[in-house]
């Protein structure tokens, strides 16, 4: 009677009749466990639970019984209870529902090895129930056994190919792999299947986001917020997009809306302030990153962002960014257990140089550093890669095949990558990314070599004691002895020679002939990044259009497509008295080539200050565009006068605002020697200290072998002090 009425749909006579049948017989199994299921429905959970116990007493053999019993102590959260019964039914009966279900509770208890062979047991005896499949899924991945995960999920998917659960999994998988193409193929499929799911919509974005398919990105993160507009992961993949395509404002917005969701969201909050600072809103930038990093309780990273920032402000203030350096410094050592110290020998042996970097790709140190590992032959000193590379792109599979030996450690905390470091016998270990973006700084501070140094990709000091960060590689132009050393913590190593060693792209273009020749007009031009643009900077240029008669001025960057930016622009060269007309403004060019061959419409490029050019400064020389630089006195305000110093252009350095609008106008009147310099610019690279990568390298492995031997000798000292 009570299952009849249970199935008609009527519990509560369905519970009547097993009470009748167990006011008859008390000990009645099977109306106990009847009961209980039904209790246990209805949220009185305890009651069912005791209701359970009397059931599996009344009849110990029942493995049924001993089920449901584990059920109702797993719907109480007394997982131990639920375990106990679970395994003594399987002792009667290995039944698949029952390994699912002792799975559940051993990964509620973070016992997942244990819950992986349960589930991996129900699907030998039901194949065909991917509801296990999902919940092995999840326990593997919590487990990070990446290449398990992703061999059930070829599985599954094969068993239930119209579930979207394991094709979207997969796709998590491929992201995590580094192979965007693949992920972006198995979200599709699951978005086919499942389009209302914002989740996996949100995957296709991260994916065609690192594809660099933006437009395709920013729509797939649209379509989830459609689904649900308080995504905070989808409002960050439309921000991404945004601002790869050069709409900062969009980009903006987007995360603003996350903050508005969640206010301090930390990440959000770093984002918002590259914006700004791509925006050359440098206070504002910095603001929101100390406000990221009071929300962060103090991460490490999150400060270097803080003090890479610091450096595009044309009013900083040297002394107080020297020390907060240190403050950085001082708070990481205070965190460090540093290896044991392994003392250097042998002075004269060959070297094993480990650099370290996430910038083994499509950036400006991948460039300068590429001619070096080139070079580094003849035994003297292998080089040995330690990347970080997020995504790896042709660069990095060209400096992977230039490298002695080569190391993926990206996944590897600093610990971790410390003792790789340490186990790969590493004599002189070279930071190359300073406090920029996944810098590996804290890690240096572990000790892992003998000698460690930084290098190229940061133009300030990292502010660890010269105990730790041994040296730091420049040279006489970019750090003079006696002025720049009491701004650094590191001993300063300086290169007899430009601490850069360019090498021009593979296509480039021919440079063109003077664009005043057939414009009856001179083109400034500035090509480098917005950061280092700031508005005193412009009124600057303003100037030097002021006194130079119908010239015009040629900015490009990534962020020049966004209309707001613009305006801003625009704004404040009118403010300045120069004609909208007289500034031409665009965005980055889609290829390396049509970018070089732009500069056959400047005449003369400006150099930004405080932080100068350098890939751009390299390039606009190398398509035969002078470059008017001002020397300051900080490395960044000195990395131009390096450069024009190394092919033979001192002339070209001005020692202040004015003196630089004087160059600029002395320069634009002489149309011969802007002819000259057009055709003669590239050949004199060519045979100029900047480009001898034979000579350079042969200096840079010199002043390896001098710390090598300082080293040998007990000169670092347990104080840094020689």
Not at 132 to 142: M, V
Not at 189 to 194: D, F, I, S, T
Not at 289 to 307: C, N, T, Y
Not at 557 to 564: C, R, T
Request: aromatic share 6%; hydrophobic share 40%.
């Amino acid at each position: 009677a009570a299952l009849a009425r249970y199935r008609a749909g009527d519990v509560h006579g369905a519970a009547s009749s097993c009470e009748v049948a167990l006011d008859a017989d008390p000990n009645r199994a099977g109306a106990l466990d009847f009961l209980g299921t039904i209790r246990r429905q209805q949220g009185r959970r305890e009651e069912a639970l005791q209701l359970a116990k009397r059931a599996a007493a009344a009849k110990p053999d029942s493995s049924l019984f001993l089920f449901n019993l584990g059920d109702c102590y797993r719907a109480l959260g007394r997982l131990e209870g639920a375990i106990d019964a679970y395994t003594r039914s399987l002792r009667l009966a290995e039944m698949p529902q029952t390994f699912r279900a002792l799975g559940i509770a051993y990964a509620r208890l973070g016992r997942f090895d244990d819950a992986i062979s349960a589930f991996q047991r129900s699907i030998q005896l039901q194949p065909e129930a991917i509801d296990a499949y999902k919940h092995l899924l999840a326990c593997l991945i919590k487990t990070r056994r990446w290449s398990e995960a992703g061999e059930l999920c070829r599985k599954a998917a094969a068993i239930a190919p119209m579930d979207p659960t394991f094709h979207a999994a997969m796709g998590d998988l491929h992201l995590r792999a580094r192979s965007p193409a693949k992920a972006a193929e198995c979200f599709r499929k699951a978005v086919r299947l499942q389009p209302g799911k914002a989740r996996t919509l949100v995957g296709l974005a991260v994916a065609l986001n690192r594809l660099g398919k933006w437009p395709e990105a920013a729509e797939a993160g649209l379509s989830a917020l459609r689904l649900d507009a308080k995504n905070p992961a989808a409002h960050g993949q439309v921000a991404a997009a945004m601002m790869a395509l050069g709409r900062a404002s969009n980009a903006a917005s987007e995360i603003e809306r996350i903050l508005e969701l969640s206010p301090g969201h930390v990440e959000s909050l770093v984002l918002l302030a590259n914006i700004e600072l791509e925006r050359m809103n440098h206070s504002s930038a910095v603001a929101l990153l100390r406000q990221a990093f009071d929300r962060s309780s103090g991460s490490e990273l999150i400060h270097s962002k803080v003090l890479h920032a610091r450096n595009y402000a044309p009013d900083e203030d040297e002394a107080a960014l020297f020390a907060e350096h240190v403050d950085w410094a001082n708070r990481v050592l205070s965190k460090a257990a540093p290896l044991p110290r392994v003392e250097a020998s042998e002075p004269d042996r060959p070297l094993r140089i480990g650099y370290v970097s996430p910038d083994f790709r499509e950036h400006p140190v991948a460039h300068f550093l590429e001619p070096i590992l080139e070079q580094h032959t003849g035994g003297q000193c292998a080089a040995v890669l330690f990347s970080d590379v997020r995504h790896p792109d042709q660069r990095t599979r060209r400096l992977q095949h230039l490298a002695t030996e080569w190391h993926d450690s990206f996944n590897l905390n600093e610990r971790q990558l410390a003792e790789l470091v340490r186990s790969q016998r590493i004599d002189i270990l070279v930071d190359l990314a300073g406090h920029t973006m996944f810098n590996r700084l804290p890690m240096f501070a572990l000790r892992p070599a003998p000698v460690q140094a930084t290098y190229l990709g940061y133009p300030n000091t990292t502010g660890l004691p010269a105990n730790i960060m041994h040296f730091r590689v420049t040279d006489e132009t970019c750090d003079p002895s006696g002025v720049a050393d009491s701004m650094h913590t590191e001993r300063l190593v300086r290169l007899p020679r430009c601490f850069l060693c360019y090498k021009p792209p593979v296509d480039t273009p021919e440079p063109a002939a003077p664009a005043a020749e057939s414009n009856s007009f001179v083109t400034f031009g500035c090509f480098n990044q917005s950061a280092k643009l700031s508005g005193w900077l412009l009124d600057l240029w303003a100037g030097v259009l002021r006194s130079v008669p119908r010239s015009r001025l040629l900015l490009k960057n990534s962020i020049l497509g966004d209309e707001p930016v613009r305006e801003q622009i625009q704004s404040r060269f009118a403010a300045a008295n120069v004609a909208p007309e007289r500034v031409m403004l665009f965005p980055r060019d889609p290829s390396a080539r049509e970018h070089l061959a732009r500069y056959g419409q400047v005449d003369i490029a400006l150099d930004t200050y405080p932080y100068h050019g350098t890939t751009t400064t390299c390039e606009a020389l190398w398509m035969g565009v002078p470059v008017i630089t001002i020397a300051g006195s900080p490395h960044r305000s000195r990395v131009g006068v390096s450069i024009l110093g190394s092919v033979g252009l001192e002339e070209l350095v001005a020692t202040t605002p004015e003196h630089y609008v004087q160059k600029a106008v002395e320069l634009a009147a002489d149309m011969t020697r802007l002819k000259a310099l057009r055709a003669e610019l590239r050949p004199r690279m060519r045979q100029s200290r900047l480009m001898d990568a034979t000579g350079f390298v042969h200096d840079l492995e010199a002043v390896y072998r001098q710390m090598w031997r300082r080293a040998c000798l007990g000169g670092l000292g347990a104080s840094g002090q020689a």
